[in-house]
């Protein structure tokens, strides 16, 4: 999540893809290494975050803050120790933006149940994101790549996330106002994504 919300994805573009090649075949099909581990600590702990922060007691819910800062550090530094310490691995390729869609969905319905967020906002957004991961695994299957992420929906991105948080914390009227001009640059971004997918899969020959 982080890495979208903050461009790391632009910067995994931007190194280009790893030098399997430099690394051993075990490294690249390993499960276990760290940046793996911290994507799935993620998605693991979202049980107990929500308990925490669905709590009344201050005490229990400044743990569940503590864990949802664990989340965005650990989001942003796992692709980090990937290229650091040659820990990429087609595993990692797949827990990470998974684990990601994950976490944001939960932290959606978390928002839904406990602090009013509006049902027809995460269904939105949920329908948009189904949408763009099926162009990206159609495009994918066809030409061999998916194209990587605009400027736009990194904007986007961040927008949605800054929302969610909000609304997780309850600063209101703040995540109110905000809440629907990030759902429309979210739904702009997405339009254009899949524009830009469908363009690649019209110009690009089979595989």
Known sequence: MIREMS???ALDAALGPPDIRGMSIYVAGRFWTIPNILSLSRVGLLPVWWVLMASSDVVLWWWGAGLMIYGIASDALDGYLARRFH???????????????????????FCVVHRDFPLLALIVAFARDLVLVLAGWVAYKRVGSVPVSMNLGRY?????????????FNWQPHARLLLWPAMALYLTA????????RQILNLAPRR
Do not use: E, H, N
């Open 87 to 109: 820990q990429v691995s087609d595993w990692g390729k797949v827990l990470d933006p998974v684990g990601d869609k994950i976490v944001v969905a939960v932290i959606g319905i």
């Open 190 to 197: 997405g339009i254009g994504y899949y524009l830009k997918r």
């Open 156 to 168: 986007a991105a961040l927008m949605w996330g800054v929302t969610l948080v909000l609304y997780v």
């Open 7 to 9: 461009g790391f994805s």
